[in-house]
């Protein structure tokens, strides 16, 4: 089947897969769960041939971490599948209701979006979590994983749209999988059958897939994410921050590649740093090397998303200059600020421009499954139709529905009627 023919097959499940109720949609997520845990063992097979091949073609120690599943990491997609199931159906909502004129009235409801495709790399687990937001809000979800998780890919697709399929047969055509870049050059041509492009991965792809489609693209370019120590911080709370934020997943998008130190306090906290990212590569500014060993930071380390153990650190004369610094800097993905001044927290958290922001925790906690949506299929960090971890909201569009009793337009604009615009609860 070509990708036109996939794509097809997706866009005429799309209109069944809309007008499911939410217990047919549960019951599919629940099976696909129990799939997974059943099949681990297969799993984990395929996912072992992956890894292997991957050390044979050199791929990247970043890349590699992101590909590995083990057995708690199997637990771990059920179990995501299972939130997802438990969440409110983000279909059918009324998010408006207003009386246009006596029997009359006008309801603005959530609805899907129709056909998603999503473009990922490297990591397997990926594509669940995909498959579950695109199953629970009612949409056909095309999957591209990355050609170094092909084997994982197949079996996690297989399973789950076989689980799924057998409670409602829509799933089948609902979820497609393509595999070659080939085939993704294709997609990208299909604007007619396709609503929205979800590109999860390196900068590189993303801006790729902007350029070279006329389908919308819903994504993130790289995770440069900032830690700010403030003149007001608890210093031992931002040491042991910067150390979970860059150690305790330093190849995800949410960790943190920049810290940023006021001046005041950079005597005292940059040795107890120091000390306690032992196993980290620093790279600093002029004032930072004077306190600490560290390599000289260059221009292209301010915006440099490494993940890995590497990390750039720069001391600032103020709050102004920090906020400045992440807004040139940054990729306006995730950024936090260690302080006691809630006014200065007011403030960073006001002035500076990405999708999360945070104050006295980890910028590992910007993701789905952490925010209470049950699992993303990506993290935004343009403007337009959603931003952050895009969650099943983030996959629903809207639908006015008007009902009326035979009113036509003709007594409104000649006189005869009047609107009364009265919302109702």
């Known amino acids: 089947m070509s990708v ?93 209701s207003r009386e246009l004129d006596e029997g009359l009235v006008l309801t603005k409801v959530s609805v899907p979006l129709g056909v998603v495709g999503v473009i990922f790399e490297s990591r397997p687990d990926a594509l669940v979590q995909i498959a579950s937001l695109g199953l629970k809000s009612g949409n056909a979800v095309i999957l591209k994983g990355g050609s170094e998780a092909r084997r994982s890919n197949r079996i996690l697709f297989s399973l789950f749209r076989e689980a799924a399929a057998a409670e409602e047969p829509a799933f089948r055509d609902g979820l497609q999988l393509v595999e070659s870049r080939a085939e993704v050059r294709e997609l990208l041509e299909l604007d007619r059958l396709i ?11 993303v801006k790729s897939i902007q350029e070279n489609t006329r389908i919308p693209v819903l994504g ?22 910067a150390y979970d934020a860059k150690c305790q997943y330093p190849a995800v998008c949410n960790a943190i590649e920049t810290l940023l130190v006021h001046e005041r306090v950079a005597r005292e906290f940059l040795p107890r740093l120091a000390a306690r990212l032992s196993g980290v590569e620093l790279r600093g500014d002029e004032r930072t090397r004077e306190l600490i060993p560290a390599a000289a930071a260059t221009p292209e380390d301010w915006r440099a998303e490494y993940n890995d153990l590497i990390l750039a650190v720069r001391v600032v004369d103020s709050l102004g200059q920090a906020m400045e610094h992440i807004n040139r800097y940054g990729s306006h993905h995730t950024e936090a600020i260690v302080t006691g001044d809630p006014e200065a927290a007011r403030s ?28 993303e299929v990506g993290i935004a960090t343009g403007k337009i139709h959603a931003r952050g971890p895009v969650g099943l909201e983030g996959l629903t569009s809207t639908k006015f529905l008007l009902v009326g009793r035979g009113q036509a337009v003709a007594d409104y604009a000649e006189g005869r009627r009047r609107f009364r615009h009265r919302d109702l609860p």
Request: charged content about 25%; aromatic content about 4%; hydrophobic content about 45%.
């Open 4 to 96: 036109a023919e996939q794509a097809q097959s997706a866009r005429q499940a799309s209109y069944r897969l809309a007008t499911l109720a939410t217990a047919v949609k549960n019951r599919a997520l629940e099976a696909a769960a129990r799939a997974l845990e059943e099949h681990r063992a297969e799993i984990l097979t395929e996912n072992l041939a992956d890894q292997d091949e991957a050390r044979k073609t050199g791929l990247k120690d970043a890349l590699l971490k992101r590909l590995v599943l083990n057995e708690a990491k199997v637990a771990q997609m059920a179990e995501s599948v299972r939130e997802v199931a438990r969440l409110p159906d983000p279909v059918g909502r009324r998010l408006m």
């Open 195 to 205: 609503d929205l492009l979800i590109p999860r991965g390196s900068g590189e792809l």
């Open 220 to 241: 993130h370019a790289e995770g440069v994410c900032h830690l700010y120590v403030d003149a007001e911080a608890n210093l031992g709370m931002a040491v042991e921050l």
């Open 348 to 375: 960073f958290q006001a002035g500076v421009d990405s999708s999360s922001v945070m104050w006295n925790c980890s910028t590992r906690f910007a993701d789905g499954y952490r925010y209470g949506l049950g699992a």
